[in-house]
């Protein structure tokens, strides 16, 4: 069975870090795998690949009637029938005994994959549409980026159709056209789910994709299409092009792959031009059923943006799928340099304004007396704990609490139990950035004002804030803006393909919310800035006309004209590495006036074991004079990715060297004249003396320019040799004890022989283990306890033995020669785990009953877990490429 790993975007705020370990008795009991129990996605063969069948209907037919032969119970729950694209179903089955990937016409089986809904990474609602104090002008994005310069030039995306898989549409907002249907903006879509579809129910589909309870696909939408006449001076990208909502998420819950494949395909057969999807999870690989859609509907010539996910703070090699796949557009997050924010008035005595983060002021007319929970403005914890009982009412004040150490909502409790309803708390040092506190008036504002107004408290002055219900808006200047959010993924795929591609702003995006949730509001994430580039290709394309060749070469024409980006605001520091910012920030004014043409965008020189080291691109001069250029190296930070002393990646943000690649390139300057092209040979030689242990990712650029205009090619490889990095977690890192291990029917550790009975629904052996990278396979087999193989993990020295036996020669190797009952499960592109003990920490794989994973029963017997994970760019032929574990003894006695 082929089987890849998604997990659910993860709403970033901080770093989750891991302290204590977690108590074993915290895993809740049954198999936690991010799949639907028993959904599965079946690729066929196309009527392309059988001659003599006429249509894809009969495709499918002979498919149900040979399962139907073989007496198999399932419902195909969705039918794919876009050759070229994906042929096949998605199917529930009733047992899986009677079925086999080896069913005739069988292409693959994967299981069906579980996608969180989007979660924005901070959000803002603005209360009220009519409010008088509006918000300066958001469009620092497009000022960075290049698209007011198109706008200028009347260059707004018209003529071009776009179609946005997420929550659907509040298209009667009025800057979304205020309608449904032809002649609207919305011109069309369907909602694949309804409302009330939460991942795990049946989807009921209707052909209106209104979302008005949920808000995501709205906000998407306006940095689209939002109409540029509105109070608020934003607008989309590309205001003139025609929307497709398809909506995929219900009011609440998950969505699964079918569903987003069943829309990739809608998308495609529609006829849209570009398709733009801003969700995903962790997955690592390039292999997932959607992401390989995804890819091939990219490959034909549509466009397909797809978030890079929000995962950064977990560090390298979580890449995000489907934005994994290969010829999509995998999109990172640049962080606004201009948010719009509030300034409070400070009285009782002579002081500049307070910029608190809110787009909007907080709804409150008369001005507050502070009260401050604490003189000390160096206290860490303060008001983490219950306030002290000589704390007057705070109900007249607004209360100043200093951040730190307890999430903002225990203070807030803390300060609501004496009675407050407003605070401001003031930072300490993290950052300048939107908080969740819930549905409590309070934000944050800076350190020096914090302490200021806590300094005034203190000295007994009888200071007073207001808030100004017009006039306040300020377009404060971020000064930490302009970099790569922090939250971005971080690839390389463990496949080595380099994601993210690009860049595009998506950190404190103002844009549309329904109608009902206040029509405005900020939101950040990978997910805002998806659409932005989803935006520039409609501009693309609207420019240079919409044939499949302008779709199938954008990505590369963006990532050659984009701009580099920093890893810090710091002189000195290396630009950002590619793993996390792509080829760079977007410029789509660039990529449409560039009249030199460079191909490839990206060089992946891979790693040490399959070096491709000599590389070559083109340079084309499409212009109409002579022109001269000149090449240079520009080496970009080397992310040192994995913790040292550990195996473990590095949390994000990964920590960068100055180390850098050698490059020799056949030429560094040279003549082109008008439509001459030529071939530029480049030779890398990797940093020397990195610690191959810490899997160093290299990466730069190769920058061409001439008198007027710079155009770069980005390179990536790393100097260490995948296959030497170990895959399952052997250590007790995270439960204190040492993993895998198999957990008996009380949820303990097992840790001798123990005889399950499958009764009582609890008396079942589980497996818990935990992958520190990605394995391309993992396979858990049933083997005889007294079996003579020597595991490569956490060998006992009571069990010695040789290798193994070889009792049967199979043709595939010496894994094969590994004598096994049978199979228990298998996992093919399987991601890394991450190191929250809540959100995919860790995997168990129940085995709730004696049965292999074909569905036979297990006879009574004494047995043992065989756990094997394929090392990446292994050969799943050479057990010695495998890393293994045997659990102890496991009775079968039913
Ligand atoms: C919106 O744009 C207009 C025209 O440029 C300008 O006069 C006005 O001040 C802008 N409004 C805001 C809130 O920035
Ligand atoms: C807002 O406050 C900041 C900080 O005091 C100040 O620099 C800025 O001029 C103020 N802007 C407005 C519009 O009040
Ligand atoms: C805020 O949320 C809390 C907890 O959900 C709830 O008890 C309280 O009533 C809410 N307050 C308001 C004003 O909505
Ligand atoms: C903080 O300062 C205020 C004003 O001077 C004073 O009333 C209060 O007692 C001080 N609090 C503590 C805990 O010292
Ligand atoms: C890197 O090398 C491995 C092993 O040959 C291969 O499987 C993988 O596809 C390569 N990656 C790229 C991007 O070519
Ligand atoms: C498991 O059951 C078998 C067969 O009934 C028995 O021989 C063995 O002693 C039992 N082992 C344990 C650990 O109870
Ligand atoms: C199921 O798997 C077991 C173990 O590999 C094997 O012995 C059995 O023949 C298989 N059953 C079917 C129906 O294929
Ligand atoms: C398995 O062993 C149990 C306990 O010895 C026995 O009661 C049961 O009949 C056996 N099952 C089979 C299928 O032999």
Same mark, same amino acid.
């Given at each position: 069975m082929r089987t890849s790993s998604f997990r659910p975007f993860i709403h970033i705020v901080f770093a989750w870090c891991s302290l204590a370990s977690v108590p074993l008795s915290s895993i809740r009991k049954g198999t936690d795998l991010p799949f639907a129990a028993n959904k599965f996605i079946v690729e066929l063969d196309s009527v392309a690949d059988i001659t003599g069948k006429r249509s894809g209907v009969a495709v499918h037919e002979r498919f149900y009637a040979s399962l139907k032969e073989r007496a198999v119970g399932f419902q195909v729950d969705k039918e794919f029938d876009a050759p070229g694209i994906f042929v096949g179903a998605a199917l529930t089955l009733e047992d899986v005994i009677h079925f086999s990937s080896s069913v005739e016409g069988i292409k693959s089986v994967s299981p069906v994959q579980i996608f969180d809904r989007p979660a924005p990474v901070f959000s803002h609602v603005v209360t009220d549409i009519n409010d008088a104090a509006i918000p300066p002008d958001s469009q620092s994005t497009h000022i960075l980026t290049g698209v007011d310069k198109l706008h200028a030039a009347g260059i707004t995306g018209a003529g071009i159709k776009i179609g946005i898989l997420d929550t659907g549409i509040d298209y009667t907002h009025p800057l979304l056209g205020g309608g449904f249907g032809p002649g609207f903006k919305v011109v069309g879509g369907y909602d694949l789910v309804g409302d009330n579809f939460d991942g795990t129910n049946t989807p009921v589909p209707d052909s209106d994709p209104l979302?008005?309870?949920?808000g995501h696909g709205t906000h998407v939408a306006g940095i689209i299409g939002a109409d540029p006449i509105n109070a608020f001076n934003i607008s989309g990208v590309a205001y003139s092009s025609s929307i497709s909502a398809y909506r995929i998420f219900g009011c609440k819950g998950y969505v699964t792959d079918d569903v987003i494949i069943d829309a990739l395909i809608m998308g495609y057969n529609d006829g849209q031009d570009i398709l733009t999807l801003s969700l995903g999870g962790a997955a690592g690989w390039t292999e997932s059923s959607s992401s390989v859609v995804a890819s091939r509907i990219a490959a034909s010539g549509t466009i397909v943006t797809i978030a890079a996910g929000n995962d950064g703070s977990y560090g390298s090699w979580f890449s995000s799928g489907p934005g994994n796949g290969i010829d999509v557009i995998s999109v990172a997050s640049l962080d606004n340099t201009v948010i719009p924010l509030q300034n409070a008035t400070v009285g009782g005595v002579v002081h500049d304004p307070i910029t608190y983060f809110e787009t909007f002021p907080f709804p409150i007319t008369v001005a507050l007396p502070i009260y401050a929970i604490s003189n000390d403005t160096t206290v860490v914890d303060d008001a983490c704990s219950a306030l002290p009982d000589s704390t007057p009412d705070l109900s007249s004040f607004l209360v100043i609490v200093r951040r730190g150490t307890c999430p903002f909502t225990q203070k807030l409790a803390n300060i609501a139990a004496k009675g407050a309803t407003v605070a401001f708390i003031y930072d300490n040092g993290n950052g300048f950035a939107g908080i969740s506190v819930g549905n409590f008036t309070a934000t944050l504002i800076q350190a020096a004002d914090g302490e200021f107004l806590v300094s005034q408290f203190t000295a007994g002055v009888p200071v007073t804030i207001s808030f100004p219900q017009s006039g306040g808006a300020y377009s404060y200047p971020d000064s930490a803006g302009g970099l790569i959010s922090s939250f971005t993924s971080y690839g390389p795929t463990n496949d080595f393909f380099f994601k993210p591609a690009i860049s595009a702003p998506g950190g404190n995006i103002l844009s549309t919310l329904p109608v009902n949730f206040g029509s405005f509001g900020v939101l950040s994430g990978t997910s805002m800035a998806t659409p932005f580039v989803a935006g520039c290709a409609s501009l693309l394309l609207s420019v240079k006309g919409k044939g499949s060749s302008i779709g199938k070469t954008a990505r590369t024409l963006f990532e050659t004209t984009a701009t580099l980006v920093s890893s810090s605001h710091t002189d000195g520091d290396p630009w950002q590495t590619v793993t996390q910012q %792509?080829?760079?920030?977007?410029n789509v004014y660039n990529a449409i006036h560039a009249t030199t043409i460079v191909s490839p965008g990206e060089l992946i020189l891979n790693d040490t074991a399959n070096f491709q080291g000599l590389q070559q691109f083109t340079v084309q001069n499409t212009g109409t004079s002579v022109k001269s250029y000149q090449l240079i190296h520009v080496p970009a930070g080397t992310a040192i990715t994995i913790r040292p002393g550990t195996f473990f990646p590095a949390l994000g943000p990964v920590p960068l060297t100055s180390d850098q690649a050698k490059v020799w390139l056949s030429r560094t300057k040279f003549t082109l004249r008008p439509g001459q092209k030529t071939t530029i040979l480049a030779s890398f030689t990797a940093p020397s003396e990195l610690d191959s242990s810490l899997l160093p990712v290299y990466s730069g650029f190769i920058q061409i320019s001439s008198d007027s205009e710079i155009a770069h090619v980005s390179y990536m490889g790393l100097a260490a040799s995948l296959k030497d990095q170990q895959v399952v977690d052997n250590t007790d890192f995270l439960f204190g004890v040492p993993l895998p291990l198999t957990l008996d029917a009380d949820g303990n550790a097992q840790t001798g022989p123990i005889n399950y009975t499958f009764t009582n629904g609890n008396d079942y052996p589980s497996l818990l283990f935990r992958l520190a990278f990605g394995t391309p396979l993992l396979r858990m087999d049933l083997v005889e306890s007294n079996i003579d193989f020597q595991p490569t993990l956490n060998a006992r020295t009571s069990d010695p033995g040789h290798f193994f036996t070889f009792p049967h020669m199979h043709n595939g190797g010496s894994f094969a020669r590994?004598?096994?009952? %049978?199979?228990l499960a298998e996992l093919d592109f399987f991601s890394r785990n991450n190191e929250d003990p809540d959100n995919f920490g860790y995997n168990t794989i129940a085995m709730k009953s004696p049965v292999f994973a074909n569905g036979t029963a297990i006879p009574n017997g004494s047995y043992k877990f065989l756990l094997r994970a394929l090392k990446v760019t292994g050969d799943p032929k050479e057990e010695e490429d495998f890393e293994s574990w045997l659990s102890p003894t496991i009775g079968i006695v039913v």
């Amino acid at each position: 069975m082929r089987t890849s790993s998604f997990r659910p975007f993860i709403h970033i705020v901080f770093a989750w870090c891991s302290l204590a370990s977690v108590p074993l008795s915290s895993i809740r009991k049954g198999t936690d795998l991010p799949f639907a129990a028993n959904k599965f996605i079946v690729e066929l063969d196309s009527v392309a690949d059988i001659t003599g069948k006429r249509s894809g209907v009969a495709v499918h037919e002979r498919f149900y009637a040979s399962l139907k032969e073989r007496a198999v119970g399932f419902q195909v729950d969705k039918e794919f029938d876009a050759p070229g694209i994906f042929v096949g179903a998605a199917l529930t089955l009733e047992d899986v005994i009677h079925f086999s990937s080896s069913v005739e016409g069988i292409k693959s089986v994967s299981p069906v994959q579980i996608f969180d809904r989007p979660a924005p990474v901070f959000s803002h609602v603005v209360t009220d549409i009519n409010d008088a104090a509006i918000p300066p002008d958001s469009q620092s994005t497009h000022i960075l980026t290049g698209v007011d310069k198109l706008h200028a030039a009347g260059i707004t995306g018209a003529g071009i159709k776009i179609g946005i898989l997420d929550t659907g549409i509040d298209y009667t907002h009025p800057l979304l056209g205020g309608g449904f249907g032809p002649g609207f903006k919305v011109v069309g879509g369907y909602d694949l789910v309804g409302d009330n579809f939460d991942g795990t129910n049946t989807p009921v589909p209707d052909s209106d994709p209104l979302d008005q309870c949920e808000g995501h696909g709205t906000h998407v939408a306006g940095i689209i299409g939002a109409d540029p006449i509105n109070a608020f001076n934003i607008s989309g990208v590309a205001y003139s092009s025609s929307i497709s909502a398809y909506r995929i998420f219900g009011c609440k819950g998950y969505v699964t792959d079918d569903v987003i494949i069943d829309a990739l395909i809608m998308g495609y057969n529609d006829g849209q031009d570009i398709l733009t999807l801003s969700l995903g999870g962790a997955a690592g690989w390039t292999e997932s059923s959607s992401s390989v859609v995804a890819s091939r509907i990219a490959a034909s010539g549509t466009i397909v943006t797809i978030a890079a996910g929000n995962d950064g703070s977990y560090g390298s090699w979580f890449s995000s799928g489907p934005g994994n796949g290969i010829d999509v557009i995998s999109v990172a997050s640049l962080d606004n340099t201009v948010i719009p924010l509030q300034n409070a008035t400070v009285g009782g005595v002579v002081h500049d304004p307070i910029t608190y983060f809110e787009t909007f002021p907080f709804p409150i007319t008369v001005a507050l007396p502070i009260y401050a929970i604490s003189n000390d403005t160096t206290v860490v914890d303060d008001a983490c704990s219950a306030l002290p009982d000589s704390t007057p009412d705070l109900s007249s004040f607004l209360v100043i609490v200093r951040r730190g150490t307890c999430p903002f909502t225990q203070k807030l409790a803390n300060i609501a139990a004496k009675g407050a309803t407003v605070a401001f708390i003031y930072d300490n040092g993290n950052g300048f950035a939107g908080i969740s506190v819930g549905n409590f008036t309070a934000t944050l504002i800076q350190a020096a004002d914090g302490e200021f107004l806590v300094s005034q408290f203190t000295a007994g002055v009888p200071v007073t804030i207001s808030f100004p219900q017009s006039g306040g808006a300020y377009s404060y200047p971020d000064s930490a803006g302009g970099l790569i959010s922090s939250f971005t993924s971080y690839g390389p795929t463990n496949d080595f393909f380099f994601k993210p591609a690009i860049s595009a702003p998506g950190g404190n995006i103002l844009s549309t919310l329904p109608v009902n949730f206040g029509s405005f509001g900020v939101l950040s994430g990978t997910s805002m800035a998806t659409p932005f580039v989803a935006g520039c290709a409609s501009l693309l394309l609207s420019v240079k006309g919409k044939g499949s060749s302008i779709g199938k070469t954008a990505r590369t024409l963006f990532e050659t004209t984009a701009t580099l980006v920093s890893s810090s605001h710091t002189d000195g520091d290396p630009w950002q590495t590619v793993t996390q910012q %792509g080829a760079g920030l977007i410029n789509v004014y660039n990529a449409i006036h560039a009249t030199t043409i460079v191909s490839p965008g990206e060089l992946i020189l891979n790693d040490t074991a399959n070096f491709q080291g000599l590389q070559q691109f083109t340079v084309q001069n499409t212009g109409t004079s002579v022109k001269s250029y000149q090449l240079i190296h520009v080496p970009a930070g080397t992310a040192i990715t994995i913790r040292p002393g550990t195996f473990f990646p590095a949390l994000g943000p990964v920590p960068l060297t100055s180390d850098q690649a050698k490059v020799w390139l056949s030429r560094t300057k040279f003549t082109l004249r008008p439509g001459q092209k030529t071939t530029i040979l480049a030779s890398f030689t990797a940093p020397s003396e990195l610690d191959s242990s810490l899997l160093p990712v290299y990466s730069g650029f190769i920058q061409i320019s001439s008198d007027s205009e710079i155009a770069h090619v980005s390179y990536m490889g790393l100097a260490a040799s995948l296959k030497d990095q170990q895959v399952v977690d052997n250590t007790d890192f995270l439960f204190g004890v040492p993993l895998p291990l198999t957990l008996d029917a009380d949820g303990n550790a097992q840790t001798g022989p123990i005889n399950y009975t499958f009764t009582n629904g609890n008396d079942y052996p589980s497996l818990l283990f935990r992958l520190a990278f990605g394995t391309p396979l993992l396979r858990m087999d049933l083997v005889e306890s007294n079996i003579d193989f020597q595991p490569t993990l956490n060998a006992r020295t009571s069990d010695p033995g040789h290798f193994f036996t070889f009792p049967h020669m199979h043709n595939g190797g010496s894994f094969a020669r590994v004598k096994i009952v %049978g199979p228990l499960a298998e996992l093919d592109f399987f991601s890394r785990n991450n190191e929250d003990p809540d959100n995919f920490g860790y995997n168990t794989i129940a085995m709730k009953s004696p049965v292999f994973a074909n569905g036979t029963a297990i006879p009574n017997g004494s047995y043992k877990f065989l756990l094997r994970a394929l090392k990446v760019t292994g050969d799943p032929k050479e057990e010695e490429d495998f890393e293994s574990w045997l659990s102890p003894t496991i009775g079968i006695v039913v």
